[in-house]
């Protein structure tokens, strides 16, 4: 058993015991200690002293009227709070048209006492839509017998993205690409108020899978590949969504997902199985998972595919003695869509779906979003009636539950949030999302310093993701997929019209060149670049989501290629815009290129952000949270260990990627110096302290990314080159000059062993620092 050596993130363990400063209960609560001042420092080991703290007794408050309910109820309705349906099967309709069947959500509610319902129907919905909706379902659940309320959830993944009036933010890769968690913050709390204000109490994110498969169709729903990265981020969003108080009306309860190891399909498929070692998966993928159960997370979803041959709605030792002996975590677990069926159709687990329902509820599931029947329910009470699965298991799920829904404050008032003051969409909000767009963009490649643009240029705008709003948003943007440009706001930029804006539409002439991956108009787009200064090509990823965004090849499409290439043979300064989720070859087409921006999924506000970095009026500071890779059959992170063959003998390194992790330039320059590691030699308790002065060295302002690397030279367990331990974003004028300080701990230097098990060995340690190093001894 490994139930005492949980591998949490380094230094978590002694933040766990700081206590958490409280938010104030408003749509834009203040983030915690944030500074907008000239010289600021957001810094990722403050941020997380401030925002993790360890379970507190308010957690237990509701143990005796939780057990009086559950005492009172039967079988069949403590099986009902386990069971999620999909608002399909409550209402007629589709998208706007969507309306509550009277007869279908009193079968729900009131014969089966369903406990949560979820979903959209097509399409988001306006607010007071999604208030009439909840008030129905509320209103149902008072006429049931216990008038226990029912749990609505929803994929609040980018902003509020199923309320149509709603926020929408850069997608959770670009918001990992500012490196700046208190912007993370500030989003989540307006996508919680948002998704409040609608009714909806229960949001299914943030996604805490350490993005480290390129291929993987939700990359861009992760936080990146780095794990300590990820973990910073992971909080953020936690403490945005669930605040200081969740029964609060701009709060919502937060599920992490998808535990765990769902993001490194072997294939790159989606939902496709997973071979993970277990030390690999306590070093790089629980870590992120702890801490955001230390944040103060409610609620878990469950890896829809499978790790080393055990389907994760079958892995009764991730779920019951790591996630809750280990981590600690005191809520429910959910599955994700239909997964308890897939033991059966895709898994082949279990014979048939009751065998399924058993092993499942067995080994630690408490709710199964079944979604579109009642076979879980029936099956699951003939279970229990046959002693199959015992009372005590079904009162452990059910305890689990109501608890939640206490917290939420669902029983004092099932409705809480609709009334609360949150204005949807406000020009604050926007402004918060835009903010963050300019944070997340890229810049790859600048030669010569090719922009920023002048604004009195005569630009060529080509490309098919210039002029639609759906690249720069990707899936969960008002449909799953995210495709349908008819329910996207009218009143948002796309990169055309911010350029149109920028300049004056008669400076700017557009061709669309393709579409994602069929020619329109190459030739034409060619013969208009003869009159331009530049030509902007905004090439990339149209929209998709999960399964449906499988690809087994990385490369642009061919047609897109060749639009570049023949735009690239005019000789004219070509500037490369990419939108997409991940991160597809340019191999052949970067080099001739004068400059690359890498603009991910940056939201409604994002044509005004790339806008905004293209012509200077704001200085990139975006770092990649991926390593951007050159071929398509060499993949790797950059904490990979030392490749056969990657030296060529003579100091040459071989198969680098395109962009390393972490790379991201600007409009000014950064100078490093005076590195300062002490002691030089440690031990026991004793903490490194590590300081390094940057400059300014430009001519403009500008923020930099300050990031700490560490290194073992040698270990038990093969010593990766280098990881992150600690990063600050610095905003520095021209000239100006700042001592950074960061402190590492001995859990900082430790790594999972070959028995699973964190230890910590005595060596030499390398600091890195924008191009700087110093050792350390750890005796």
């Not at 959910?334 to 069926?341: L, P, R």
Request: with cysteine; hydrophobic share 40%; aromatic share 8%.
């Amino acid at each position: 058993m490994l139930g005492k050596e949980i591998p949490v993130q380094p230094s978590l363990q002694r933040l766990y015991k700081i206590v958490i400063l409280s938010l104030a209960c408003f749509c834009l609560r203040p983030p915690l200690g944030a500074d907008d001042s000239s010289g600021a420092i957001v810094d990722s080991q403050s941020f997380l002293e401030r925002n993790l703290a360890p379970a507190g007794p308010a957690r237990n408050k509701y143990t005796s009227v939780v057990e009086k309910l559950l005492g009172q109820m039967t079988p069949q309705e403590k099986i009902g709070q386990m069971t999620q349906l999909e608002i399909g099967m409550v209402t007629d309709g589709m998208g706007p048209d969507i309306r509550i069947n009277p007869g279908k959500l009193h079968k729900a509610v009131g014969q089966y006492g369903v406990g949560s319902i979820l979903n959209v129907n097509d399409q988001a919905l306006t607010v007071q839509h999604w208030q009439e909706i909840i008030r129905a379902i509320q209103d149902e659940a008072k006429k049931s017998r216990l008038r226990i309320p029912v749990l609505y959830g929803i994929d609040t993944i980018h902003g509020a993205n199923y309320i149509a009036e709603a926020t929408l933010f850069p997608q959770p890769q670009a918001m990992a690409a500012t490196w700046n968690p208190e912007l993370m913050l500030r989003g989540s709390q307006i996508a919680a108020a948002e998704t409040r204000k609608a009714g909806i109490p229960w949001s299914f994110s943030p996604v805490l899978d350490a993005g480290r498969q390129a291929l993987w169709s939700r990359l861009w729903e992760t936080f990146g590949e780095d794990t300590y990265l990820a973990t910073v981020m992971g909080v953020a969003t936690v403490r945005g969504y669930e605040g200081s108080d969740l029964s609060s009306p701009v709060s919502v309860a937060a599920s992490l997902k998808h535990y765990v190891g769902y993001s490194y399909p072997t294939t790159g498929g989606d939902r496709s199985p997973a071979l993970i070692p277990e030390n690999t998966l306590r070093e790089y993928f629980l870590p992120s998972f702890a801490a955001a159960l230390k944040a103060g997370a409610h609620t878990v979803m469950v890896n829809s595919g499978e790790v080393n041959g055990t389907p994760g709605h079958a892995n009764g030792y991730l779920l019951k003695d790591v996630l809750r002996g280990e981590l600690g975590l005191q809520g429910f677990v959910v599955t994700d869509w239909m997964d308890i069926k897939e033991l059966v159709k895709r898994h082949h687990l279990a014979a048939n779906e009751k065998e399924a329902t058993r092993i499942a509820v067995l080994s630690g599931i408490d709710m199964s979003m079944v979604p579109s029947d009642y076979s879980f329910s029936d099956l699951l009470l003939q279970l229990v009636e046959e002693g199959k699965v015992p009372v005590s298991r079904i009162d452990e799920a059910v305890r689990r539950i109501l608890t939640v829904k206490y917290q939420l404050g669902l029983f004092d008032d099932p409705l809480r949030g609709i009334n609360a003051s949150t204005v949807i969409g406000s020009e604050e909000s926007r402004r918060v999302s835009l903010e963050a767009a300019r944070e997340s963009i890229t810049l790859l490649k600048n030669e010569n310093g090719a922009l920023p643009l002048s604004k009195s240029a005569r630009i060529l705008v080509t490309g098919p993701d210039a002029d639609s709003l759906i690249p720069l948003n990707n899936g969960w943007s008002y449909t799953w997929q995210g495709n349908r440009a008819s329910a996207y706001p009218k009143d948002h930029a796309t990169i055309l019209k911010a350029i149109q804006e920028k300049m004056g539409a008669e400076h700017v002439r557009y061709l669309p060149g393709t579409t994602f991956d069929r020619e329109v108009d190459i030739r034409k787009a060619v013969e208009a670049a003869a009159s331009a200064d530049t030509i902007v090509v905004c090439v990339g990823e149209w929209a998709y989501a999960e399964t449906p965004g499988n690809i087994v090849d990385l490369s642009l499409p061919d047609v897109q290629l060749t639009l570049v290439h023949k735009l690239e043979e005019t000789k004219k300064p070509v500037v490369l815009v990419l939108t997409e989720g991940r991160p597809r070859l340019i191999r052949t087409i970067a080099d001739p290129a004068t400059a690359i921006v890498m603009a991910y999924n940056p939201g409604n506000e994002g044509g005004q952000a790339i806008a905004d970095v293209l012509f200077g009026d704001v200085n990139p500071s975006g770092k990649l949270p991926i390593t951007y890779p050159r071929w398509p059959n060499h993949l790797f992170t950059y904490d990979h260990k030392v490749f056969a063959g990657e030296n060529d003998g003579e100091g040459k390194l071989l198969g680098l990627p395109q962009f390393e992790f972490g790379f991201g330039l600007s409009y000014t320059s950064f100078r490093y110096s005076d590195l300062h590691v002490a002691p030089a030699t440690a031990s026991g308790a004793d903490k490194i302290h590590v300081d390094v002065t940057v400059e300014n060295s430009g001519a403009r302002e500008g923020k930099e990314v300050v990031q700490l690397y560490l290194n073992e030279r040698y270990a038990s367990v093969t010593p990766p080159l280098k990881r992150l331990k600690r990063f600050a974003k610095v905003s520095l004028k021209p000239g100006e000059s700042r001592r950074v300080s960061f402190e590492l701990t001995p859990d900082d230097l430790s790594f999972i062993g070959v028995d699973n098990k964190r230890v910590l060995e005595p060596g030499t340690f390398d600091v890195k620092i924008g191009g700087l190093a110093e050792s350390f001894e750890w005796k």
